[in-house]
């Protein structure tokens, strides 16, 4: 198992147009977590999955960001007329377990010109 | 809602040497969980550290330790013996606890230390 990877790593578009980010978690865990991280900040959290299902969704995903799970295995993250403030890290976590520790992936970066 | 606040940007410290960086939160939960996450320049985040707020004993991890003060809402990690390797970006990081004791993975971070071990 090599852990969780993202894809792609780093991302460059124009104001307006849609991008759509991939996380593969460690196949064991149940639980997958998106977060946005901005430069010089922690990690925000954006929402979650147990399995398939959207468990939770931050504020912070406005309507022009959606998740999914299909099969409860890689999720995506698709955000649509991307604007500047969208400029992140957008991080990908799994775990299972009662209280697991996540397992983060290394991160998509998206530049919006 | 919880927050969380690491109140030193950058800090640095010569190799061998024991530093301590400092994590306040606040929040009105007295069930919870505190982390410190490493990342690396370029590689992802990585567990350091974990406490669970109703175990008074301060959690230890071979050179990494906790300092935790529940009624001051303080939770400092101290790195012993400092390593090249240990260079990275530290966040602290809160969990609420849910019903039952269980958790999952939604977690308030503070806005990150960068720590810098010099040979």
């Known amino acids: 198992d090599t852990g969780v990877s993202q894809d792609p790593r780093h991302k460059i578009t124009k104001r307006g147009q849609n991008v759509t980010f991939r996380c593969d978690p460690i196949?064991?865990?149940?639980?997958l977590y998106w977060y946005r991280q901005t430069l010089g900040q922690g990690p925000e959290f954006l929402t979650y999955?147990?399995?398939?299902?959207?468990?939770?969704k931050s504020r912070l995903l406005s309507d022009r960001f959606s998740a999914e799970r299909p099969k409860g295995s890689f999720s995506t993250l698709e955000i649509q007329r991307t604007e500047q403030g969208d400029s992140a890290m957008y991080l990908c976590?799994?775990?299972?377990?009662?209280?697991?520790?996540?397992?983060f992936g290394e991160g998509s970066r998206l530049t919006v010109l | 809602a919880q927050t969380v606040t690491q109140s030193q940007p950058e800090m640095s410290v010569q190799e061998a040497e024991t530093v301590t960086l400092s994590c306040t939160y606040d929040?009105?939960?007295?069930?919870?969980?505190l982390f410190w996450y490493k990342q690396p320049p370029s590689r992802q985040m990585i567990l350091v550290i974990r406490?669970?707020?109703?175990?008074?004993q301060n959690a230890t991890e071979n050179r990494f330790s906790v300092n935790f003060q529940k009624a001051a809402k303080s939770f400092s990690l101290k790195i012993s013996d400092s390593q090249l390797g240990d260079t990275a970006m530290y966040f602290c990081?809160?969990?609420?606890?849910?019903?039952?004791?269980?958790?999952?993975?939604?977690?308030?971070f503070g806005q990150g230390t960068i720590l810098t071990v010099h040979p």
């Open positions: 976590a799994s775990n299972w377990g009662v209280v697991g520790e996540l397992f």
């Open positions: 196949s064991e865990h149940n639980r």
């Open positions: 999955f147990q399995n398939e299902a959207q468990l939770e």
């Open positions: 929040t009105s939960e007295n069930n919870y969980y």
């Open positions: 406490q669970e707020a109703y175990k008074q």
């Open positions: 990081a809160f969990m609420k606890q849910r019903a039952g004791g269980t958790s999952y993975g939604k977690l308030t």
